[in-house]
């Protein structure tokens, strides 16, 4: 991982937890990083939209979804999730901003349809 990927991802009990509580059968990570979040869904979820803006970002999250072995269950996209948000479907979206530049107090945001 790049030293920024270091400083911003979920710390892995956390991230379990989170993706615990989100299973879902098809979840979006909008800002996925170096894909700490992201493994994690994939380990309770069918399937994993993973965005990122930054193409470095993108190639970090699938060499450690390889070594985590939960590749195959997510699919990775480079580009912008603000633009893209409409055009995707998905029973869970998840958002954690840290180090996005967006401002919004509240970090970090989960939002699951019923």
């Known amino acids: 991982m790049d030293l920024e990927s270091w400083h911003s991802v979920t710390p892995e009990r956390i991230a379990q937890h989170i993706a615990y509580r989100m299973t879902c059968d098809v979840v979006i990570d909008g800002f996925c990083g170096a894909g700490g979040n992201t493994i994690q869904l994939a380990m309770t979820c069918n ?17 450690n979804a390889a070594v985590y072995g939960v590749a195959d269950r997510i699919e990775f996209i480079v580009g912008d999730f ?7 479907k998905a029973d869970c979206v998840f958002l954690s901003l840290l ?14 349809l019923t």
């Open 47 to 63: 399937h994993v939209i993973a965005i990122d803006i930054d193409p470095v970002k993108i190639e970090l999250a699938k060499h």
């Open 82 to 88: 603000m633009e893209l948000a409409s055009t995707l």
């Open 99 to 112: 180090g996005e530049g967006l401002n919004i107090s509240d970090k970090t945001f989960t939002h699951c």
